[in-house]
T-cell receptor, first 113, second 111 residues
Framework: DTAVSQTPKYLVTQMGNDKSIKCEQN?????MYWYKQDSKKFLKIMFS???????INETVPNRFSPKSPDKAHLNLHINSLELGDSAVYFC????????????FGEGSRLTVL | KQEVTQIPAALSVPEGENLVLNCSFT??????LQWFRQDPGKGLTSLLL?????REQTSGRLNASLDKSSGRSTLYIAASQPGDSATYLC??????????FGTGTRLTVIP
């Protein structure tokens, strides 16, 4: 009974392709996030949505487009994939705009060849 | 911009030892500080949260302290066990809804 689930867990694709990662949470939270963890294990926030509204949009190429169809889902679509996009992408959720009680998914490892 | 540093990057200790992990941050105007644990191939699990007005938090064998004025936090693990082996990350919040993560300390507890 996973609280924050991401699919797929692994994704290997060619440069230039378009791919999506999906995230769902069953915790009743109203805020969801996408984080990127690079090869040096550094975690950095990409996007944050509160009640389906975009709250944080860090300096991320516009090839990355998040979509939140409802409070329980936050998907990440990436166009024209580049080698540097290879990383582990983590979805997380929390209650309200507080970062206390942040719950993470298990990550989606994207490899661009 | 907030920078979070964790030292050491890796640490190996024999089982049963007490140990301290360090975290420092450059901007002391933080909202809170959290310590997370990350197991290989897994997501992050929140261990302890310290609000900016607090000095420490305890959970079982874990104790986290916060000295906001000096930009430091420590995570103390008592009587370490092999199951404690993981990467430990600290993260500071500059305001609601945004965390800045350190690069982590990879802990190995040797049986």
């Amino acid at each position: 009974d996973t609280a924050v689930s991401q699919t797929p867990k692994y994704l290997v694709t060619q440069m230039g392709n378009d791919k999506s990662i999906k995230c769902e949470q069953n915790l009743g939270h109203d805020t969801m996030y996408w984080y990127k963890q690079d090869s040096k294990k550094f975690l950095k926030i990409m996007f944050s949505y509160n009640n389906k509204e975009l709250i944080i949009n860090e300096t991320v190429p516009n090839r990355f487009s998040p979509k939140s169809p409802d409070k329980a889902h936050l998907n990440l679509h990436i166009n024209s994939l580049e080698l540097g996009d290879s990383a582990v992408y983590f979805c997380a959720s929390s209650h309200g705009l507080e970062t206390s009680g942040l719950f993470f998914g298990e990550g989606s490892r994207l490899t661009v060849l | 911009k907030q920078e979070v540093t964790q030292i050491p990057a890796a640490l190996s200790v024999p089982e049963g030892e007490n140990l301290v992990l360090n975290c420092s941050f450059t901007d002391s105007a933080i909202y809170n500080l959290q310590w997370f644990r990350q197991d290989p191939g897994k997501g992050l699990t929140s261990l302890l949260l310290i609000q900016s007005s607090q000095r420490e938090q305890t959970s079982g064998r874990l104790n986290a302290s916060l000295d906001k004025s000096s930009g430091r936090s420590t995570l103390y693990i008592a009587a370490s066990q092999p199951g404690d082996s993981a990467t430990y990350l600290c993260a500071v919040s500059k305001g609601a809804n945004n965390l800045f993560f350190g690069t982590g300390t990879r802990l190995t507890v040797i049986p």
